[in-house]
């Protein structure tokens, strides 16, 4: 069976605790989202900071908490029985899914890595974990290494002595040893220099051209510009726009997409007026409506998404 995570009408929401016996609000923080991700594809998750998009990924990791409540599928399928990730075992997630068939790097990477051990360390480790019958985990600690840009004396380097680049070169190894078809990055970019950029976008589309899968979180349309083969815009934890890359940025058809695109420096560089919507206090009906110049009274009632190459959910579209 061919490798293939699909999403179906998945939501998330966050029950928040009462006070003085009064009832907690709910923080509907993904809602109803549906998607199709394949191996040799890099798909970018783009949309403004708290629209859902961290997560979308950590309920696919099973990183979500205890007063997290999901609804609809992620069906996991390929390599290893298929699975529901939203219904799937904490254990099955660590011993079947993480790092074997989907692998995490995390935003700031520095921050993940055990201080007080070397990058080799920590590689080796991953290698003992997800190959305990590898006779030899430094040779291919260094295999690895050496895939994600790294050198044999770079892993003797401890965290603090890793510039961002490096940092995120060692995140980059370990998300590879257990060959996870699927790589989850979330916002890879974030605080590193335009050169870092550089080097990370080109080493996320050799992972595509080796048939890797990559879901790229960001907020920096430019970097997903460059990489993604198809973009899928967020608000208020829906999506509301996918398709090719090209499409999206030049012809958006949402008007949030078009503010996004309009706000890049080298376009208008004007900011979209307004907030986004609590979380707790969704509108009926379009999300983006109080914002949106162009809303109209159909615009109470909430669109879907139409079903062609370039989908847009929006009454009155671009």
Not at 53 to 61: D, H
Not at 95 to 117: D, E, F, K, N
Not at 132 to 149: C, E, I, N, Q, S
Not at 306 to 316: F, G, K, M, S
């Amino acid at each position: 069976m061919v490798n293939e995570l699909v999403l179906d009408h998945l939501s998330v929401r966050f029950a928040l605790p009462g006070k003085f016996s009064l009832p907690g609000a709910t923080v509907a923080a993904v809602n109803d989202v549906s998607l199709r991700i394949r191996p040799g594809e890099c798909v970018a998750l783009v949309g403004e900071s708290g629209c859902g998009k961290t997560v979308l990924a950590n309920a696919l990791l099973g990183f979500l908490p205890g007063n997290a409540q999901t609804s609809g599928t992620a069906t996991l399928t390929g390599d290893g029985p298929s699975l529901d990730l939203l219904t799937t075992s904490d254990t099955v997630l660590a011993t079947t899914v993480r790092g074997r068939r989907i692998g995490l790097i995390p935003q700031s990477p520095a921050a993940h890595l055990t201080p007080v051990r070397t990058a080799r360390a920590q590689l080796e480790e991953a290698v003992r974990v997800h190959h305990p019958t590898d006779t030899a985990p430094r040779d291919h600690a260094h295999r690895v290494a050496a895939r994600a840009g790294l050198s044999p004396d770079d892993l003797d380097r401890y965290p603090h002595e890793l510039s961002g680049g490096m940092a995120q070169r060692v995140a980059n190894a370990l998300a590879l040893v257990g060959d996870p078809w699927l790589l989850i990055a979330d916002e890879p970019t974030t605080g590193l220099d335009r050169h870092l950029v550089d080097g990370l976008i080109e080493e996320f589309r050799r992972m595509v051209a080796d048939g890797r899968a990559v879901l790229l979180i960001t907020h920096d349309l430019a970097a997903a510009q460059r990489i993604a083969d198809r973009i899928a815009v967020m608000y208020a934890g829906r999506i509301i726009e996918i398709g090719p890359t090209r499409k999206v940025l030049e012809v958006p058809r949402h008007h949030y997409s078009r503010g996004l695109v309009d706000a890049l420096p080298d376009r208008a560089f004007t900011p979209i007026p307004g907030q986004p919507p609590l979380l707790t206090d969704l509108p009926a009906g379009c999300s983006f409506a109080p914002r949106c110049d162009q809303a109209a009274p159909v615009c109470a009632e909430r669109p879907t998404l139409t079903d062609d190459d370039h989908a847009v959910a929006c009454h009155l579209p671009c």
